[in-house]
């Protein structure tokens, strides 16, 4: 029996391919969006499982083969039609790319890509804008590494050019410590992009989320991450908020339209990582799509914006209107750590509800995120930031406290 969800019948005909999944716990909100949009086509590593009533189809295949992808992909479209093509994995961003210019599917243009998936283009591009940006130099030696980190100075940090995974990226603050970095971040690498050195920025962390407007992309969130210091020298989110009326907001919007423009993206959702400065805000990197579902439902419970399924039509040549209803502020923070140690209090699955305001999400099983393993997160809202990481720290020492008296 078909059970997926009714899709709104408003568009081109044919499936929607989604190329990658993971928790449900963390994507099933943005699940329901798409397959509100469309018939979903799902293209993943493993067989689906919590996510099967929300397709219609599902294909198995090697999401690091992009020969392979397309393949599949190339199949099932010879006995049905297809109307467009995304992800959320910036891994995957060339391979839709791939898929969209193979088998005529709608997409950006192949300029913008190249100039978001590689680091080191990025960087040329918004500096020679005028767009204030991390300065990412390419290297692919370790000599090349050392003399950028000579020029960057330390502390600094060393990525992947174009990553194959997350959370790739390491700090660096002394000069004992690059070779093992550039070892990690060339081995997390697609074959021949090379690694980038930068600085490692002060500042506030922040990420800008766009979205469509008739004046061209417009800033309708930002969120603030903080990192786990468990995770360093990887960077590996263990807070994020999300606020209706970020007070970052001013002087973000600017540096985040002009970046977009420098690097011809001109439609579509979009979201540029920032770092705030004592002189500005310094663009770090740029993605052309959303990267993380579970801060696509974050933004719309604090805006009213669904940028989800804003993702879900624009990858089939439409246009969806964003109404906004700004209100509050909503936070996630994530139960992680580096060993198996139990982070979760034995009746998580039977007692959601933390505290008033916060709710745990716990997953079936622990899941690799860079160095840590991650079994659950929690979600609070509030009326800003202040409170929603006050409401934060509450529920971790209650599911702290819930654990040590089990």
Same mark, same amino acid.
């Given at each position: 029996?078909?059970?997926?969800?009714?899709?709104?019948?408003?568009?081109?005909?044919?499936?929607?391919?989604?190329?990658?999944?993971?928790?449900?716990?963390?994507?099933?909100?943005?699940?329901?969006?798409?397959?509100?949009?469309?018939?979903?086509?799902?293209?993943?590593?493993?067989?689906?499982?919590?996510?099967?009533?929300?397709?219609?189809?599902?294909?198995?295949?090697?999401?690091?083969?992009?020969?392979?992808?397309?393949?599949?992909?190339?199949?099932?479209?010879?006995?049905?039609?297809?109307?467009?093509?995304?992800?959320?994995?910036?891994?995957?961003?060339?391979?839709?790319?791939?898929?969209?210019?193979?088998?005529?599917?709608?997409?950006?243009?192949?300029?913008?890509?190249?100039?978001?998936?590689?680091?080191?283009?990025?960087?040329?591009?918004?500096?020679?804008?005028?767009?204030?940006?991390?300065?990412?130099?390419?290297?692919?030696?370790?000599?090349?590494?050392?003399?950028?980190?000579?020029?960057?100075?330390?502390?600094?940090?060393?990525?992947?050019?174009?990553?194959?995974?997350?959370?790739?990226?390491?700090?660096?603050?002394?000069?004992?410590?690059?070779?093992?970095?550039?070892?990690?971040?060339?081995?997390?690498?697609?074959?021949?992009?090379?690694?980038?050195?930068?600085?490692?920025?002060?500042?506030?962390?922040?990420?800008?989320?766009?979205?469509?407007?008739?004046?061209?992309?417009?800033?309708? $969130?930002?969120? +603030?991450?903080?990192?786990? !210091?468990? =995770?360093?020298?990887?960077?590996? #989110?263990? *807070?994020?908020? @999300?606020?209706?009326?970020?007070?970052?907001?001013?002087?973000?919007?600017?540096?985040?339209?002009?970046?977009?423009?420098?690097?011809?993206?001109?439609?579509?959702?979009?979201?540029?990582?920032?770092?705030?400065?004592?002189?500005?805000?310094?663009?770090?990197?740029?993605?052309?799509?959303?990267?993380?579902?579970?801060?696509?439902?974050?933004?719309?419970?604090?805006?009213?914006?669904?940028?989800?399924?804003?993702?879900?039509?624009?990858?089939?040549?439409?246009?969806?209107?964003?109404?906004?209803?700004?209100?509050?502020?909503?936070?996630?923070?994530?139960?992680?750590?580096?060993?198996?140690?139990?982070?979760?209090?034995?009746? $998580?699955?039977? +007692?959601?509800?933390?505290? !008033?305001? =916060?709710?745990?999400?716990?997953? #079936?099983? *622990?899941?690799? @995120?860079?160095?840590?393993?991650?079994?659950?997160?929690?979600?609070?809202?509030?009326?800003?930031?202040?409170?929603?990481?006050?409401?934060?720290?509450?529920?971790?020492?209650?599911?702290?406290?819930?654990?040590?008296?089990?």
């Amino acid at each position: 029996m078909n059970t997926h969800a009714p899709y709104r019948d408003d568009g081109p005909a044919g499936h929607l391919v989604v190329l990658g999944s993971g928790p449900q716990a963390e994507w099933e909100y943005a699940m329901q969006r798409l397959a509100a949009v469309a018939p979903l086509l799902l293209i993943d590593a493993e067989p689906p499982t919590w996510q099967q009533p929300l397709l219609d189809k599902a294909r198995t295949a090697n999401l690091m083969d992009p020969t392979q992808v397309l393949s599949t992909v190339q199949k099932f479209a010879s006995t049905r039609p297809l109307a467009g093509a995304l992800t959320f994995h910036p891994a995957q961003a060339r391979t839709v790319d791939l898929l969209r210019r193979e088998l005529a599917l709608p997409a950006p243009p192949t300029a913008a890509i190249e100039a978001t998936t590689l680091r080191h283009r990025t960087a040329q591009l918004l500096t020679a804008a005028g767009v204030d940006n991390s300065g990412a130099l390419h290297t692919e030696t370790y000599d090349q590494a050392l003399e950028a980190a000579h020029h960057v100075g330390f502390p600094l940090v060393c990525k992947p050019a174009s990553p194959w995974r997350r959370y790739a990226a390491r700090q660096v603050r002394s000069l004992p410590e690059l070779a093992e970095a550039f070892s990690a971040a060339t081995a997390a690498a697609w074959h021949g992009t090379g690694t980038v050195i930068e600085p490692l920025l002060d500042g506030i962390e922040a990420t800008a989320y766009t979205a469509d407007s008739p004046s061209g992309p417009r800033v309708v $969130a930002i969120s +603030h991450a903080t990192f786990d !210091p468990q =995770a360093e020298p990887a960077l590996v #989110p263990v *807070e994020v908020v @999300v606020d209706a009326d970020d007070v970052c907001a001013p002087a973000v919007e600017d540096t985040a339209s002009r970046a977009l423009a420098a690097l011809g993206h001109r439609s579509g959702p979009a979201q540029i990582r920032l770092r705030i400065t004592s002189t500005g805000p310094r663009v770090i990197s740029v993605a052309t799509h959303l990267t993380d579902p579970l801060l696509g439902m974050l933004i719309e419970q604090v805006t009213g914006i669904d940028l989800i399924s804003q993702a879900g039509h624009h990858a089939r040549g439409r246009a969806l209107p964003a109404d906004e209803s700004r209100l509050g502020a909503t936070a996630v923070r994530f139960l992680q750590g580096p060993g198996s140690t139990a982070l979760l209090p034995p009746n $998580a699955a039977t +007692h959601p509800h933390i505290t !008033p305001y =916060a709710t745990l999400r716990p997953y #079936p099983a *622990e899941r690799p @995120v860079g160095p840590l393993h991650r079994s659950g997160h929690v979600l609070v809202s509030g009326m800003d930031y202040p409170q929603c990481t006050a409401r934060l720290r509450s529920a971790a020492a209650e599911i702290r406290s819930a654990r040590l008296s089990a």
